[in-house]
């Protein structure tokens, strides 16, 4: 249920749903017909600004570390949420504008900087109602893009029924615990690890890392974070002539934000973080 309101409750939660609910009570309710119309027009001028948006996600965001400044981690734990999900044939991965995280934790790998990567999370498309993956199951996945992109098949970890950052979180922490009796090896919890540096490297949109590290935490793993898949720009660059025209771009904007802190607060109400 959790699972299922989390998903829906987004499209309510998008302006554009709001000013369209304003706007048909302008057209439909006389008696408040002046005021649902001047709410409605206000919301479109204020969602659709291209700078307010961009400032509440430099408020949000957590800003990109140098890679010289980035340490020496055993895993780089990517989220997925990278793909078109619902795209077929389903012979390939149909990115989408967060496959930064995987090119970034890319990066980190070739630069000796993570020592494995685990791609965690569902990357199929999801069934509303039942919170498991359609059929048919995409034949070519992110572990076959990462060989692909070179890396080692021994270096590649796998996490693929977590649905949720929560769920990221749990799922991952008994998936290291499973590693550490199957090789009786020292892994990555706060009340196993001596070592002052964390060891775990999450890797994932800069306005999602927030609530990613508190649920991380929150399972009993020692993490670090690094941002990718950036929704800003610099400040200096943004305030336009330009950025006073409204823009739909903004708007979808706005909705991913307003979803994201939202998500962070229920997710801190119910515990989960």
């Not at 995280?101 to 980190?108: H, T």
């Not at 009993?220 to 006073?244: P, Q």
């Amino acid at each position: 249920m959790f699972f299922f309101l989390s998903k829906t409750l987004f499209y309510f939660l998008m302006p554009i749903t709001w000013i369209t609910i304003f706007l048909l009570m302008a057209i439909f309710v006389k008696k408040w017909r002046s005021k649902s119309l001047k709410v409605g027009v206000i919301l479109f001028l204020l969602f659709s600004n291209s700078f307010l948006a961009n400032e509440i996600y430099l408020l949000w965001e957590i800003e990109p570390t140098p890679i010289k400044k980035v340490k020496n981690y055993e895993i780089g734990i990517v989220l997925t949420g990278m793909s078109n999900a619902g795209k077929e044939p389903k012979d390939r991965i149909y990115a989408a504008q967060g496959i930064d995280r995987l090119l970034q934790a890319v990066r980190l790998y070739k630069e000796g900087k993570i020592k494995k990567i685990m791609i965690v999370g569902m990357s199929e498309e999801i069934n509303l109602m039942s919170g498991k993956e359609k059929k048919p199951y995409r034949t070519y996945k992110y572990k076959d893009m990462l060989r692909d992109m070179c890396i080692k098949e021994n270096d590649i970890l796998i996490e693929s029924e977590s649905k949720n950052t929560y769920q990221n979180a749990q799922f991952t922490a008994q998936f290291l615990e499973k590693i550490k009796e199957r090789n009786k090896e020292k892994i990555f919890f706060n009340k196993s690890l001596k070592s002052t540096q964390n060891q775990l490297l999450v890797i994932t949109s800069a306005f999602h890392l927030r609530r990613s590290l508190a649920c991380f935490e929150k399972a009993g793993l020692k993490v670090d974070g690094f941002s990718a898949d950036f929704m800003t720009t610099e400040r200096k660059n943004t305030l336009t002539i330009l950025s006073l025209i409204p823009t739909e771009e903004a708007m979808a904007k706005w909705g991913k934000i307003i979803h994201e802190i939202v998500g962070y607060v229920v997710y801190d109400m119910t515990g989960k973080l």
